[in-house]
């Protein structure tokens, strides 16, 4: 798959003080082309397939999403000592399944694995959303008096 | 809109060339797929549960952080339940008058504001080679906002110090999850009875967002952002550090820089406290084909509880460096914008940026590596093509 030139058109937040430091030179280079759109992603992830992937998501996601795990790049050695930390934690994981679990995160997030590419929130302005996501929309709105 | 990652996919999808295609790859990978977090704008999702989003470089052109497009670091899950009417803030432990306010009450204090650049410990925890477990950061969980809200030290005066008095804890109102230990974390005496060491309400002049913390949250400016506890409900005058796991454990830094991968013993460590001194380049973005010519590499600084005395870029990977011109927005805690005016002639670019703080310290060239990958602060490097 290519990406090539696929840049986009970026506006940049207002500036405050160092507006005045920056040259047009900085506007030119930062003109690009070809906008791309944005995609919904799944709020949460899943874990890859595998014969642990059940007993893996029961043991994981009960306190968090599969994204955390996604994104470790990790030696058995240190997968080990993270799924005992969890299991010290509360992760539900049977005796019989412990090393077949760390074998599974340890194949599946190894150092030399790509990085886990994640996805961004939307901008509220051309995701298609009308959640009217937005600057103005504080989260805490519903809690705050 | 939309954002400029294209360019770190383009980068990593060329380092991929020629090697098979992982089948963890096809399955994983998410091109310019977006999550609607309300309130929430532009973020990169480390993790959506529990909430942890960083904030892409490009943002860092403007001294303030907008809230929408600050960095959101949760340990645990958000509270449940908050509500401003029946929240209350106890203070206790190792004092004369221990009591309870209310939001209402926390809101007729004197105010006082500080303009804080706040960092996750852990940023740039993605760049240590061996890489460490933890969420992935890259370079955006840090920004700067004005925090207001009322001086600890008036809430710990009111309340009488003991002479046993040594550290303050803060605990939060986080949902916990299983077994895992509570967000419990303390300072010594003397920070939090420093005069910009607040009970935060507001950033940014607007009332706290849930993910920041609403209603209150500790604020202790120029350390981690781990010490600056959210949802705060409890304030507790100890006699020692408190013991816990996130304090011990958690957030210690090696005494003395040892070897990559090498394991650290419990004792040979320090609780991390003040930030280091880093910089961030915040355009031209790493991948990107600019015009030769003038161009301008810009950026941001900040050494913790330290000044920025100077900040250089170099060109040519790192053998010389030019000075920038830090921007004229500053205060004691916050960053300093910066920029480098080069004349860029057609070509590949190493190019890469380095602070210098108040304390004599600048930014190693090497990464001090540790298990738990904290205070990452080598120069930043972007690689570009002058067109």
């Known amino acids: ?145 | 809109m939309n954002s400029r990652r294209n360019f770190l996919k383009q980068a990593s999808a060329a380092a991929l060339a020629g090697s098979a295609i992982s089948p963890l790859l096809s399955w994983a990978a998410s091109q310019n797929s977006t999550i609607d977090i309300p309130g929430e704008n532009g973020l990169i999702v480390r993790s959506s549960r529990f909430l942890d989003l960083e904030t892409p470089v490009e943002y860092f052109n403007t001294w303030l952080t907008p809230v929408p497009h600050f960095f959101v670091r949760n340990h645990m899950h958000e509270p449940s339940e908050l509500d401003a009417a029946t929240w209350r803030l106890t203070v206790g432990g190792e004092v004369e008058k221990p009591f309870t306010l209310t939001l209402a009450e926390l809101s007729k204090l004197e105010t006082h504001s500080v303009v804080n650049t706040l960092e996750c410990a852990g940023n740039g925890r993605s760049l240590h080679r061996p890489q460490v477990p933890g969420i992935q950061w890259g370079k955006g969980a840090v920004g700067t906002a004005r925090f207001s809200g009322a001086r600890l030290r008036d809430v710990l005066q009111r309340a009488g110090i003991k002479p046993a008095g040594k550290h303050v804890m803060f605990r939060g109102l986080d949902d916990i999850p299983g077994k895992v230990p509570a967000f419990i974390r303390s300072v010594p005496l003397e920070k939090a009875l420093d005069a910009d060491t607040l009970i935060a309400t507001h950033m940014n002049g607007a009332p706290l967002t849930k993910n920041h913390g609403f209603p209150a949250r500790a604020l202790v400016p120029g350390w981690i952002g781990a010490a600056s506890c959210k949802w705060l409900t409890e304030i507790k005058v100890l006699d020692a550090e408190f013991v816990g796991n996130f304090m011990s454990p958690g957030y210690r830094f090696p005494n003395q820089p040892g070897k990559p991968g090498e394991a650290v013993k419990p004792e040979d460590t320090h609780p991390v406290t003040g930030l280091s001194v880093k910089s961030v380049i915040s355009g031209p973005l790493d991948g990107a084909r600019v015009a030769h010519g003038r161009v301008a590499v810009h950026g941001t600084a900040w050494a913790g509880e330290a000044d920025v005395v100077k900040v250089e870029v170099s060109t040519d990977g790192g053998t010389n460096w030019n000075a920038a011109t830090l921007g004229h927005d500053r205060a004691r805690y916050a960053w300093r914008l910066w920029t480098y005016d080069w004349k860029a002639k057609a070509g590949d670019y190493s190019i890469l940026a380095r602070a210098t703080d108040s304390q004599g310290r600048t930014q190693p060239s090497t990464p001090v590596w540790n298990p738990s990958g904290y205070l990452y602060n080598a120069p930043d490097q972007v690689k570009i093509h002058v067109a």
Not at chain 1, 30 to 59: H, I, N, R, V, Y
């Open chain 1, 1 to 145: 798959m290519s990406h090539k030139n696929r840049s986009s058109r970026w506006q940049r937040p207002a500036a405050s003080g160092i507006a005045v430091l920056l040259p047009l030179a900085l506007v030119a280079a930062l003109s690009f082309t070809a906008p791309a759109q944005q995609q919904a992603a799944k709020m949460t992830e899943d874990l890859p397939p595998g014969a642990m992937q059940a007993k893996a998501t029961t043991a994981c996601t009960e306190c968090h999403e599969a994204r955390i795990v996604l994104q470790q790049r990790l030696s058995k050695a240190t997968w080990t000592k993270e799924v005992d930390k969890m299991i010290k934690w509360g992760a539900v994981v049977d005796a019989a399944d412990h090393d077949a679990l760390i074998d599974y995160l340890s194949t599946n997030f190894s150092p030399d694995q790509p990085a886990y590419e994640p996805p961004r929130t939307s901008t509220g302005t051309s995701s298609g959303s009308s959640s009217g996501t937005s600057a103005e929309k504080p989260s805490g709105k519903k809690t705050s008096k």
